[in-house]
């Protein structure tokens, strides 16, 4: 940096002098001459604070650091209201769900607290197999999104990996079961929040019924 910004600084010398010479002969190169000042003015100043920037770099010490603030930010977005969370539209589908499996003769485990991707994990005692179950419920038939974590899942887990959707939750709900929802299914990214969205027409396609 240092011998870039000199050898700049030293050729608009030389170029320099030689405009002088050429404005004592009576030549009209006075624009010529402050554009040229100019440049060498902005390169003297850089090499000036280079300078500066660099004895700061030799006089660096360790320290603890210190806390200044946070700032989270947050996009501006527009949540579809059949898309807001419901505490008791969950719960009666967590239950219908799990009520599913027992009746299977599955052990399901409720770890929808743990944000693993997943709400349930089911074992199958005989085989040993393990379904690892999202549930998402909706008071009316409407689509679903899956988080990022939770599609993340589904495309790890593939066939061992189900979506269950149970809606509509205030009469007689049905619970719909897709198994391997990343391969199966056809979703749409959304950007705001990263969640995959699932319209009902594929649940109700690809979804087997179960009263």
């Known amino acids: 940096g240092f011998k870039s910004l000199e050898y700049l600084i030293v050729k608009l010398d030389g170029d320099l002098i030689e405009l002088y010479d050429r404005k004592e002969r009576g030549e009209n190169v006075d624009l010529a001459i402050r554009n040229k000042e100019d ?5 003297e100043k850089a090499l000036e604070e ?7 770099e030799k006089s660096l010490t360790m320290s603890m650091p210190r ?13 579809d209201m059949s898309m807001r969370n419901d505490p008791e ?8 769900a799990i009520e599913y499996e027992k009746e299977h003769n599955r052990i399901p485990e409720d770890i929808s607290a743990e944000n693993l991707g997943f709400d349930i994990r089911s074992q199958d005692p005989q085989t040993k197999t393990i379904r690892y179950i999202e549930v998402k419920a909706r008071s009316k038939k409407s689509a679903v999104a899956l988080t ?3 599609w993340f899942k589904a495309k790890r887990f593939k066939n061992d990996y189900y979506l269950y959707a149970v809606m509509p939750t205030s009469n007689n709900p049905e619970l719909y079961i897709i198994q391997n929802p990343a391969e199966n299914l056809k979703a749409e990214e959304k950007i705001e929040v990263v969640r995959y969205f699932v319209p009902f027409k594929e649940i109700r396609e690809k979804g087997e019924i179960e009263n």
């Not at 440049?39 to 390169?43: E, L, S």
């Open 50 to 56: 280079l300078k500066i920037q660099l004895e700061k």
């Open 89 to 96: 539209v969950e719960l009666i589908g967590m239950e219908k």
């Open 39 to 43: 440049r060498k003015a902005g390169y």
């Open 148 to 150: 990022q974590n939770e």
């Open 67 to 79: 806390f200044k603030g946070i700032i989270r930010v947050l996009p501006q977005t527009t949540v």
